[in-house]
């Protein structure tokens, strides 16, 4: 890779962000994450009791040296509890960025534009690392980039679905405009999907349910990394034009008659 991912103060060679929740067990996410080499490593800090040290939890099965931790605000749906969970997280000593996921439909699992958009300026004001969850908006990510995020993470379709990149078109607007890192979090289903994203130009993929739902996690994590590395490379090659019509891989002068 030309260059490393860099987000605020931290840079990491791997650009495959890794969730850890829906794994069936320790062993088995553990293995995922090795087989990933993910150096991001996120979860919600409202499915995990971060102080009672009784509670098993998948931090104690890590070497915390290895990994940054990006602890996200899932089941918020106000800013004002965005806020508070990622206080919670920053004051356990865990990281001090923070994935802003502030949901404003139940139903869909869509992220709501004005909270998320009041939550980061809120965390912005208080010196965290704010990392926003949004759909495919592009005026929002610009938005948002003004206000002063780190980086925008918006969704390829919605969480857990699979479906891959609905809207590639928007996705590419959002790159093209952005100065800080985009990161395609939410719907990856595939390795196809991971190395379309990073076609794009996406500078990281954040994906869990591909991963921790597939027949094999650990294989397929294995996949993703590879995925994310060849969309990356291609992207920095620069693939050749889309035409119309064919045209010969040898020249057509000089041929023997």
Known sequence: MKEQLQIGP?????????????????????????????????????RMNI????????????????????????????????????R???????????????????????????ETYRACEMLLDEDFIVLPYISDDVILAKRLEQLGVHAVMPGASPIGTGLGLLNPLHLSFIIEQ??????????????????????????????????????DPVRMAEAMKWAVHAGRLGYEAGRVPMKRYASASSPMEGLVK
Do not use: H
């Not at 320790?26 to 409202?46: G, K, N, Y």
């Not at 040290?53 to 004002?80: H, I, R, V």
């Not at 920053?90 to 004005?114: F, N, Q, R, Y």
């Open 10 to 46: 931290y840079s990491f060679k791997s650009r495959l962000l890794l969730g850890t929740g829906k794994f069936p067990d320790f062993t088995m996410q553990q293995q995922a994450i090795d087989a990933s080499a993910s150096e991001i490593l996120t979860f919600a800090v409202r």
């Open 51 to 86: 102080y009672d040290p009784q509670q098993p939890n998948f931090l104690e099965q890590l070497d915390l040296n290895k990994y940054t931790l990006l602890p996200n605000t899932a089941g918020a749906s106000t800013a004002e509890e965005a806020v508070r969970i990622a």
């Open 88 to 114: 919670l997280a920053k004051a356990s000593g865990l990281c001090d960025m923070i994935k802003v996921e502030v949901i404003g439909d139940m139903k869909t699992l869509l992220p709501d534009p004005i």
């Open 178 to 215: 952005a100065n800080v890192p985009v990161i395609i979090d939410a719907g990856i289903g595939s390795p196809g999907d991971a190395a379309k994203a990073m076609e794009l130009g996406a500078d990281g993929v954040l994906l869990n349910t591909a991963v921790a739902g597939a027949q």
